[in-house]
T-cell receptor, first 114, second 114 residues
């Protein structure tokens, strides 16, 4: 069965530190990849997504992610985190289909210390 | 600014009571998803609909959960009878079924079953 794995469950960083959150998926076909963010007490919002083209995707708030097909990975990065980036981050995969169904990873909680 | 709306935002009930959660998808979106979020299980897909028809409800406990779309502007998720283990945040999301389309999440219903 298809699955999404996020390696880091809880990450604690100081402000200005660099961030990289890992995401791997298990599916050999064409995929669309997403990162969603959930700020405390709020709903999930789209951070960025990969559909096709340039494997380096830039999203909102300075986030970016790189799709490496050979590694089945879609890691999320930010060069310098802020306290306001404290949130839970979810990686998700849409298998190339016409259902729009997403498979989510377990999520990574990021805590940024001021 | 189109948004997915959900009601109620919070619900506290006693075990055995019926709970109905409502979702209004973004106008024009014909795919609706119901998710449950808990600390232990993360985000789980319960069911999803396209053009008001259920496409997949395999993630939903059939004996007590039911999901419907009476019309294109309303999706409902019902639990009868509710149990303490149903305590969670229930999110509705809507989108279009095309590959790469973003799912837009509602604010969620935080359910506590005593």
């Amino acid at each position: 069965a298809q699955s999404v794995s996020q390696h880091n469950h809880h990450v604690i960083l100081s402000e200005a530190a660099s961030l990289e959150l890992g995401c791997n998926y298990s599916y050999g076909g064409t995929v669309n990849l997403f990162w969603y963010v959930q700020y405390p007490g709020q709903h999930l919002q789209l951070l960025l997504k990969y559909f096709s083209g340039d494997p380096l995707v830039k999203g909102i708030k300075g986030f970016e992610a790189e799709f490496i097909k050979s590694k089945f990975s879609f890691n999320l990065r930010k060069p310098s985190v802020q306290w306001s980036d404290t949130a839970e981050y979810f990686c998700a995969v849409n298998i190339w289909s016409n259902t729009g169904k997403l498979i989510f990873g377990q999520g990574t909680t990021l805590q940024v210390k001021p | 600014d189109a948004r997915v709306t959900q009601t109620p935002r919070h619900k506290v009930t006693e075990m055995g009571q019926e709970v109905t959660m409502r979702c209004q998808p973004i106008l024009g979106h014909n795919t609706v998803f119901w998710y449950r979020q808990t600390m232990m299980q993360g985000l789980e897909l319960l069911a999803y609909f396209r053009n008001r028809a259920p496409l997949d409800d395999s993630g939903m406990p059939k004996d007590r959960f039911s999901a419907e779309m009476p019309d294109a502007t309303l999706a409902t998720l019902k639990i009868q009878p509710s149990e303490p283990r149903d305590s969670a945040v229930y999110f509705c999301a809507s989108g279009l079924p095309n590959p790469g389309e973003t799912q837009y999440f509602g604010p969620g219903t935080r359910l506590l079953v005593l």
